[in-house]
């Protein structure tokens, strides 16, 4: 759907996230590969370093920049409407739905918690701890 940089072309596009500062899609490139797009609109009054500081992240424990690219909407031309595209790598979950996906319906129709295995935890705890380990 959108032309990016180098020959970068997405052909299909769905809605995954949105918060405070963008939108997050599913993005679906030419050759079948999926990515995440976070669409966030450049502000002038505000500096984004988000850019800046993902094309520095080369850990496998954080996400993976792989392009981006800038567009502007199409029914407003005021020098305002830019946006900055973060083309990342997918990840087709995340620990808050792991984490959700625990609590299961019981025989009774109430939803019971099963925790999270230990081996699952453990895990998950070193993944994040290496992360933030190499952030700091």
Known sequence: RKDGSEGFKIVGEKI????????????TLADGKKLAVKRVLQDARFRNRELSVMRQLHHPNTVRLHNYFYTSRR??????????NLVMEFLPSNLNSI?????????????????????????????????LAYLH
Do not use: C
């Not at 959700?100 to 935890?121: E, F, I, M, V, Y």
């Open 99 to 131: 984490i959700k996906s625990h609590a299961t319906a019981g025989s009774d129709g109430k939803k019971t918690r099963q925790p999270l295995p230990l081996n699952l935890t453990k895990l998950y705890a070193w993944q994040l701890l290496r992360a």
């Open 16 to 27: 995954i996230g949105n918060g405070t500062f963008g939108v997050v899609f599913e993005a």
């Open 75 to 84: 029914d407003d031309p005021s020098p305002g409407g830019v946006y900055l």
